[in-house]
């Protein structure tokens, strides 16, 4: 999953997507566009479930699965699951 993935770069500090507005590095393609709405404030997806808006529409499949419990992903690093 690519929040492992993200979470994996924390063990690391690697930044390797960088924002063209303000030069912010972030560890995934993902951190960066829900980054690049701070810049526009935009929050384009809505949950179906409760309504709530997102940045993106990977954040929607993540929230959704706070309505089911769901933590789907695990670090073989230190063994913290992710939604």
């Known amino acids: 999953s690519s929040n492992l993935l993200h979470h994996q770069r924390t063990h690391t500090e690697e ?3 960088r924002c063209p507005d303000c030069g912010k590095g972030f560890r995934d393609k ?3 566009l829900r980054h690049q709405f701070i810049h526009s404030g935009e929050r ?6 409760c309504g ?3 940045k993106t529409s990977y954040e929607v ?3 959704q699965r706070s309505h089911t419990g ?3 992903y695990e670090c073989g690093e230190c063994g913290k699951s992710f939604r």
């Not at 384009?44 to 479930?49: I, V």
Request: glycine share 0%; proline share 19%.
């Open 52 to 54: 709530k808006s997102f």
């Open 61 to 63: 499949t993540a929230h």
């Open 15 to 17: 930044r390797p997507f």
């Open 44 to 49: 384009p997806y809505k949950c179906p479930r």
């Open 70 to 72: 769901e933590w789907p």
């Open 30 to 32: 993902c951190s960066l």
